[in-house]
Nanobody, 124 residues
């Protein structure tokens, strides 16, 4: 059984920074790990991912330039550094891990393993 665990959420003011961490509990041949978020009443949306074999980072346009994803492949660990946070970044952030591509790393269908979520609240 693979467990994906996030940490680092919290409540901040607009303009502040937060760092999320995520680790998959078992050594898998993971192809990619990423972050999605879901605000109340909205669908889960892609934030960022890192594709291990090519060391490629992918970002949604809404966070490009403000968020940075990084990670340690051998430890199945990733981080999401979130800077210049805005109230619209408020959501539950989910870490995800996938072993093979199913269409696009921007879609939830490519990820088999998910964490329970970490709440990020940004007030104005």
């Amino acid at each position: 059984q693979v467990q994906v665990v996030e940490s680092g959420g919290g409540s901040v003011q607009a303009g502040d920074s937060l760092r999320l961490s995520c680790t998959a509990s078992r050594a898998l041949s993971l192809y990619a790990m990423g972050w999605f978020r879901q605000a109340p009443g909205k669908e889960r949306e892609f934030v960022a991912s890192i594709v291990w074999p090519v060391r490629e980072s992918i970002y949604d346009d809404s966070v490009k330039g403000r968020f940075a994803i990084s990670g340690v492949n051998g430890r199945n660990t990733i981080y999401l550094q979130m800077n210049s946070l805005k109230p619209e970044d408020t959501a539950t952030y989910f870490c995800a891990a996938g072993r093979r591509l199913r269409g696009s790393w921007r879609t939830p269908e490519s990820y088999e393993y998910w964490g329970q979520g970490a709440q990020v609240t940004v007030s104005s």
